[in-house]
């Protein structure tokens, strides 16, 4: 009975995956409320005091975007916070990170202010960061940093994108999934390829969340989004709703047991 | 400088071209999911007809008292955008800014519309029926704000 479902559930996925998955249009222009803009600004404010408090020059920095307490999860994007020389003798503090585009299947990275990393419409407005050591921080900022080959931070960039790819996949590549590969590529220069990242993360004992998700939920989000696909996911595993990814939670745990990172610091409004 | 004869031009300039003035901020709810990009204009002080973008400037008054009620008094059309004169409904004090582009927000602001003055940490926030539509940026405000696509 199971394994007809199953395949039911498959020939319906199939048929699914070829409509059109246009994503949300980003067309449509309308002001945020004022209360978003006010209090996103006024974490970004704080976060860079506390930031330039701390002594650090690159920190793995998080937000909470959504409500994703019944994963277990509390935060569910992460970029790299990093000093950036403003050209007279001081600094500014840059995230680059990775943005899906409006709910399509396409992604890009950015560089941003704390500004525009904390003005979405949060589900929580807090911050959360992870203080990497001081070697871990200066292997970061010179690859974030590096004036010479702007591309080297982004070499392991793929367009492609899923918000619950498959963590030890090539096919898409969710935004956290980017920074934690980005991070193995800073750390070990030879980890020029998503496979070679992917298998020095597991060498340092990275483990992804393992989110069950029901096959009618995978069903749904991949028939109405446009950024939500599963075929990346083994059978075994997909079959069995186990869905592992990259998340935030998972990095900061990680980042902690591997000796990388401090605990997380958190400022909450 | 008396804020009420102010002939300040505001410039909301768009933070980068094509994106500056969108905000599109999407709720979401599955994991990993990132919400729109959203970019904020920055506004520039510009004194009589000279931009003066990024300089330390001072607000005029009537730009920088939190909830102090203002209202459009006039709209007008420029080469770079839109110039929208305010007025301070309490004594009459007067501000312009100008909207680069589409407009702030995409929003469409009306003669005798109604605005909110609201100060924060990073700058000023203008709101009409509690939607932003236009940021005053200090010079924290400016360190803020910045956004670059690094990947095509």
Avoid at chain 1, 88 to 98: E, Y
């Amino acid at each position: 009975m199971r394994r007809t479902l199953s395949t039911l559930l498959l020939c319906a996925g199939a048929l699914l995956a070829t409509s059109a998955f246009a994503g949300r249009s980003c067309d449509a222009e309308y002001p945020p409320k004022a209360s978003t803009v006010e209090r996103g600004l006024t974490l970004a404010e704080r976060t860079l005091a506390a930031l330039d408090a701390s002594g650090d020059r690159v920190v793995i920095l998080a937000r909470a975007g959504q409500d994703l307490s019944k994963y277990g999860l509390r935060y569910s994007h992460l970029g790299f916070a990093y000093q950036q020389p403003d050209g007279q003798g001081g600094h500014v503090w840059r995230v680059m990170h990775k943005l899906n585009q409006c709910g399509s299947a396409d992604a890009y990275v950015y560089r941003q202010g704390l500004g525009e990393f904390f003005i979405d419409d949060l589900w929580r407005y807090e911050a959360t960061w992870v203080s990497p050591t001081p070697e871990v921080q200066e292997r970061l900022l010179a690859l974030l940093q590096d004036p010479k080959n702007q591309a080297r931070a982004t070499q392991l960039n793929i367009k492609a994108y899923s918000m619950v790819s498959y963590a030890w996949g090539t096919k898409y590549q969710q935004s956290n999934q980017w920074a934690l590969e980005t991070l193995a590529l800073a750390m070990e220069p030879s980890a020029t390829s998503r496979d070679r990242a992917q298998a020095w993360l597991k060498f340092k004992g990275y483990e992804p969340s393992v989110l069950t998700i029901r096959p009618l939920t995978r069903l749904g989000g991949r028939a109405t989004r446009a950024n939500v696909a599963f075929d990346d996911h083994p059978n075994d595993k997909r079959f069995s709703d186990h869905i592992e990814t990259v998340t935030v939670d998972s990095v900061f745990d990680w980042l902690q047991r591997a000796q990388l990172g401090k605990a997380p610091v958190k400022l909450a409004l | 400088m008396k804020s009420k004869f102010a002939s300040l031009l505001i410039a909301a300039c768009a933070f980068t071209a094509g994106a500056g003035v969108t905000f599109n901020a999407q709720a979401q709810s599955e994991i990993s999911a990132l919400s729109a990009i959203s970019a904020l204009p920055i506004a520039s002080l510009v004194v009589g007809s000279s931009a003066v973008v990024g300089a330390v400037v001072a607000v005029p008054v009537v730009l920088s008292t939190a909830g102090a009620t203002l209202v459009v008094k006039t709209v007008e059309s420029t080469a770079r955008g839109t110039v929208y004169v305010l007025e301070r409904a309490s004594d009459g004090a007067k501000a312009s800014i100008e909207v680069v582009g589409k407009g702030v927000a995409g929003a469409s602001l009306v003669a005798g519309t109604v605005l909110t003055v609201s100060v924060i940490g990073a700058g000023t926030v203008l709101s009409a029926a509690g939607e932003a539509i236009a940021f005053i940026p200090n010079a924290i405000g400016r360190a803020l704000l910045h956004n670059e696509r690094v990947t095509s």
